[in-house]
Each structure stands twice: as C-alpha cells, then as structure tokens.
C-alpha cells in the first residue's frame, strides 16, 4: 500500500503530530504511518479527483431568500473561501505548465462540481435542498439550491454575480442575513470563483 501524505498546514502542526502523523523531513510533507488510521486526519487527506479550487479550510454560507417561482421564503447555501485558497490557473505562455495561484482575498464559489465525499457528507447533514442536478441553462450539473417549498431549482447566477444577489451583499444589512458555518477540513472543487468588495462585509459566524 502506497504511503499517505497529508496537506498540513504549519499551524496544525502539533495537531496532526498528536494524532500520529509523521514528519518526512527529505520531502518536507507530513504522512500517515503504516497501522494507523487515515480517517483520522480527513480533513488533511489529499483530493483525489482533479480540480481547480482547493483551500485548507472552507464556510457552508447559509441565508433566506424569496424563491422565484413559488414567492414563498426558502434557505439557500454557498461555499465562502477564506483568504489562502488556491486557483489552478493555465499557462499558455510557458513551458513550466500550470500552477497554484494563492488568493489573498475570501471568494465565493458557484456552479460547483466534484465536491469531495467528506464535503459531501456535511451537505447531506445540514443542506438537504442544496444538492447536485442538471440545468437546462447552463447544459451541466452541479450543486445547486432548491427551494424548501416547491422543489424548484434556484440558479447560481443571480444569487452569486448579480449585485444585491443572496451572497452578493451590497450592505451591511444584507450581509447580516448570512451565517457562515466553519470546517477545518480541506476543501475542493471546480467551479467558478469570485472575489470582490462585497466580501468584505461582516457576516455572521454560528
């Protein structure tokens, strides 16, 4: 069985040390011993499938908002990434291939797909509405909203690039109605990520 290497970030150090990681000092980069458990260190297991956006940690953004179809009030989830996440970004113009683009700024995150399973699973438990379909719009699945009334698909467009949008705040006010659930687990996807100044608005942390 091939040897388990883990994201650790230097201030979780201690932390996965205690649980029974060990330090590979040549190739600087934390592992799992032989005999040991690997789900005991999930939220530092690396992705396995290929993405564009990853980061060490990640917030379940929750807030209500009036479906489109039904006008009825429904709950609505997103993804918030904290300063540090990643980007891959493609390199046309060399031959040293693509890289790993560390963002300063918290982004959001829409039309999202291949989520990992462990993300999956905190879904299941706390976003039953928001899971994977298809859009006619777009042509594609991914992980959308669906109103807790009706059942109907509430499209990422508005709610993530239109100003005024559910995670588009453009005031404090609104940015009072989001509550962000932390994961200290790692965190992947492809999708589309924005950053901007409506990020930076205080939001509620439950």
């Not at 996965?16 to 530092?44: E, H, I, M």
């Not at 559910?166 to 950053?195: K, T």
Request: charged residues 25%.
């Amino acid at each position: 069985m091939s040897r388990i290497d883990l994201n650790v970030p230097f201030s979780e150090k201690d932390e996965a040390k205690l649980l029974g990681a060990r330090w590979d000092a040549r190739s600087k980069v934390w592992f799992v011993p032989d005999g040991t458990d690997p789900r005991l260190f999930q939220r530092w297991l690396p992705l396995e499938q290929d993405i564009g956006i990853r980061s060490d940690s990640y917030f379940l953004a929750q807030t209500v908002a009036m479906c489109w179809k039904c006008h009825e009030l429904t709950s609505l989830f997103s993804f918030i990434l904290p300063p540090g996440h990643e980007t891959l970004e493609i390199n046309e113009d060399s031959d040293d291939g693509d890289y790993w683009f560390r963002h300063s700024d918290p982004a959001t995150v829409s039309y999202v797909t291949d989520l990992p399973p462990h993300v999956v699973t905190q879904l299941k438990a706390v976003a039953p509405y928001y899971r994977l379909d298809f859009s006619k719009t777009t042509g594609s699945s991914y992980w959308m909203n669906h109103c807790e009334q009706c059942g109907m698909k509430q499209g990422d467009f508005e709610m993530h690039c239109e100003p005024g949008g559910a995670f588009f705040p453009m005031d404090q006010h609104a940015a009072d109605r989001i509550v962000l659930y932390s994961y200290r687990e790692s965190f992947g996807c492809n999708g589309s990520a924005s950053w901007g100044d409506h990020l930076s608005f205080r939001m509620r942390v439950a």
